[in-house]
């Protein structure tokens, strides 16, 4: 039996015959689908139900799972038994066993594996990144875009897709130029602030003699990073620019100024961090060993981090932990060590660990020795809810050993973490990142900004983007925040974006939901600044883009409707 998640989720048998995947119920394929992405480790029944449902848990979640978990083993294995079912029983959970059932998202991790045991020139290596390639273009898990459990490995699948397809395209760049820059453009696409991409790209353009492509590449990229990033291209891109522009016989122009490091006052109002004084005063003055940083989806939490690694250079190192899973397990270790200088010895040790379980003790008191200098030092770990149980173990061992090591994690909420390993370090401190005032909006001389934004940090970042730019992202923090949230969540914010501030009486007749349970909602809506209160018991959206982003996604009949009723109703 075969199951494949990349694309579409199907199921062949050992004939290659398609089984019925596509008509099992949405949370069956929603279970299997979880069980795929943290193959052959056990999953508790807890731990798979949040991923499943999230916060609007059935009332006996258990049985709810396991009725699901036996409907996909009768459809999909309905001879098995359980010396055979792909889906095992074990330790009072479920794990995906590919060695029941091939996998393909098992198999491209063992691809991305083995790459270390070849030399990066020969053949085998560019054979294995052919084979991950073939795999990994696919998107995993479409069907659920917004979930929570299915980001890393998509953020997994594209790191190895864009690997490989920055492998092929140097490796064919003498022979076919033209593939090559083809290959270069799907880096791009894939990850357009990756500049070796772009310096592939531009190196094909020129050998098929089209200099004016090269530096039509050059000027995205340039113009990327700077609105994006505000920073310049390499010196290594500007230099093959000028290269072309010599051999064209243009005017070079002058070299880009880097400004100082220290020249922060140089920057554009958009690039300031603003606000979070208090937050990052506690920061700066001792405080306890470890620090949780909560918010939610646009709160600032990864800017934050930014803004705490400038407050200290040197001293605090930021890890990602949405993105270590399977073999990139220690990612987040790495990069945070890396930021910190640690010596090249102990990013050895990092690179070599395996997978099984912590890190052994012998390793972790040489990474030890990373926070054993003069000053305090800060590992940051953002996005950590997903952290696994041997991540924590080792977090909490440096904890416990470093007295001048502090840990900062992020996350959105603290019920996000309840019944998984992280929140077995406790949280002697939990920061709350509120929305920003006007007061600490003020620098921008804007004073629409905050009734546009509502003080949504990601908002604020994009407010003097085009329209179709700040609607994007305000529909984004719209769909992340009221992720788990129940049904009627979404329809209230639905209709308070087409019809204004509105009452509990009125929601209830416009939406047929009982008013304590649209009460309910309203709270988890105010909690998660998507809507504000009036004195009038009525709530209303706190930003106007994120409520012209959801009313823009309703038709002209729709809403004249609505207007219809809500008029009856009052």
């Not at 880009?256 to 300031?272: C, D, H, L, Q, S």
């Not at 914010?493 to 509990?504: D, N, S, V, Y």
Request: charged share 20%; aromatic share 4%; net charge negative.
């Amino acid at each position: 039996m075969r199951v494949s998640v990349l694309g579409q989720l199907t199921v062949t048998d050992a004939d290659g015959n398609v089984l019925p995947a596509g008509e099992l119920p949405r949370r069956a394929r929603q279970v299997l689908a979880v069980l795929a992405a943290k193959h052959d480790r056990i999953q508790s029944k807890d731990s798979l139900a949040d991923a499943v449902w999230g916060n609007d848990l059935p009332g006996n979640h258990v049985a709810a799972l396991e009725h699901y978990v036996s409907v996909v083993r009768r459809r999909l294995e309905p001879q098995g038994s359980p010396a055979t079912w792909f889906i095992v029983t074990r330790s009072g959970g479920y794990l995906f066993d590919t060695s029941r059932a091939e996998l393909d998202l098992a198999q491209l991790r063992k691809l991305i594996r083995g790459l270390d045991s070849f030399s990066p020139d020969c053949p085998e290596h560019l054979a294995a990144h052919e084979s991950i390639l073939a795999l990994a273009r696919q998107r995993p898990f479409p069907e659920d875009p917004y979930a929570e459990w299915a980001e890393p490995v998509r953020v997994e699948v594209q790191e190895a897709a864009v690997n490989a397809l920055l492998k092929h395209s140097v490796a064919v760049l003498e022979v076919d130029a033209a593939r090559s820059l083809r290959l270069a453009q799907e880096v791009i696409e894939l990850n357009p602030f990756l500049e070796s991409g772009h310096r592939v790209a531009m190196t094909a353009a020129i050998a098929l003699d089209r200099q004016d492509d090269a530096l039509r590449i050059f000027e995205r990229c340039r113009h990327l990073l700077d609105e994006e990033l505000g920073v310049a291209p390499s010196a290594e891109l500007v230099r093959l620019q000028r290269s072309v522009l010599a051999g064209r016989g243009d005017v070079a122009p002058p070299a880009p100024v880097v400004p100082p490091a220290r020249a922060v006052a140089a920057e554009p109002p958009r690039e300031r961090f603003l606000g979070r004084l208090t937050e990052l005063r506690v920061m700066v003055e001792p405080a306890p060993p470890i620090v949780h940083i909560v918010g939610p989806a646009g709160s600032g939490k990864s800017a934050f981090l930014a803004e705490l690694g400038r407050h200290g250079p040197g001293q605090v190192g930021i890890g990602h932990g949405a993105s270590s899973v399977g073999v990139l397990r220690h990612a987040w270790l790495g990069t945070a060590l890396t930021g910190l200088g640690a010596s090249p010895e102990i990013l050895a040790v990092i690179d070599s660990a395996g997978l099984d379980g912590p890190l052994r003790r012998s390793e972790l008191e040489l990474i030890s020795t990373a926070f054993a200098g003069p000053e305090p030092s800060c590992l940051a770990v953002d996005d950590a809810a997903d952290l696994d149980a041997a991540s924590v173990a080792e977090l909490s061992w440096l904890s416990r050993h470093c007295p001048l090591l502090r840990i900062v994690l992020t996350y959105c909420y603290p019920s996000e973490i309840a019944d998984r390993p992280l929140s077995g370090l406790g949280s002697p401190v939990v920061l709350r990142l509120e929305p920003l005032r006007a007061d600490e909006l003020a620098p921008l001389g804007d004073d629409t900004v905050l009734d546009r934004t509502g003080g949504i940090p990601a908002l604020v970042a994009v407010s003097h983007r085009p329209d179709q730019v700040t609607h994007a992202v305000a529909m984004q923090i719209a769909r992340q925040r009221t992720r788990w949230m129940p049904e009627p969540a979404w329809e209230i914010l639905r209709l308070c974006a087409i019809l204004g501030e509105l009452g509990p009486v009125e929601l209830g007749k416009l939406t047929g939901y009982a008013v304590p349970e649209l009460l309910g909602c309203v709270d988890r809506l105010v909690h998660a600044h998507l809507l504000t209160e009036t004195g009038d018991g009525r709530v209303g959206h706190r930003s106007s883009l994120i409520r012209a982003a959801v009313a823009g996604q309703v038709s002209s009949a729709s809403a004249h409707y609505l207007r219809k009723q809500l008029a009856a109703a009052s």
